[in-house]
């Protein structure tokens, strides 16, 4: 199983970017499929999910802003990042989750906002 995660960089204040995931290696469209940050000195935390239905869930700290969404034609899960702050400023990851049984990482990729 692979998770390519792309689309990070650098960014200004309330700019825009979007993160794209592309998963093989799984049958994808059973798969929830999510979107974890970690910023130095902290934990990863949960940005957002999407379960293999198409139910989304955001943590406070991004909902309004970002969307997740899921294309299983194409195995990919993006991310799309509105009105960003410095403090969404971390490495995103990619996750994929089957049943708590199966559960994989892409390597991450960098966001950083700052002027």
């Known amino acids: 199983v692979q998770l390519v995660e792309s689309g990070g960089g650098l960014v200004q204040p309330g700019g825009s970017l979007r993160l794209s995931c592309a998963a093989s290696g799984l049958l994808f469209s059973n798969f929830a499929m999510g979107w974890y940050r970690q910023a130095p000195g902290n934990q990863r935390e949960l940005v957002a999910t999407?379960?293999?239905?198409?139910?989304?869930n955001y943590s406070d700290s991004v909902k309004g802003r970002f969307t997740i969404s899921r294309d299983n034609a194409k195995n990919t899960v993006y991310l799309q990042m509105n009105s960003l702050k410095p403090e969404d400023t971390a490495v995103y990851y990619c996750?994929?989750?089957?049943?708590?049984?199966?559960?994989?990482w892409g390597q991450g990729t960098q966001v950083t906002v700052s002027s």
């Open positions: 996750n994929s989750k089957y049943r708590s049984v199966l559960d994989y």
């Open positions: 999407i379960t293999s239905g198409g139910i989304t």
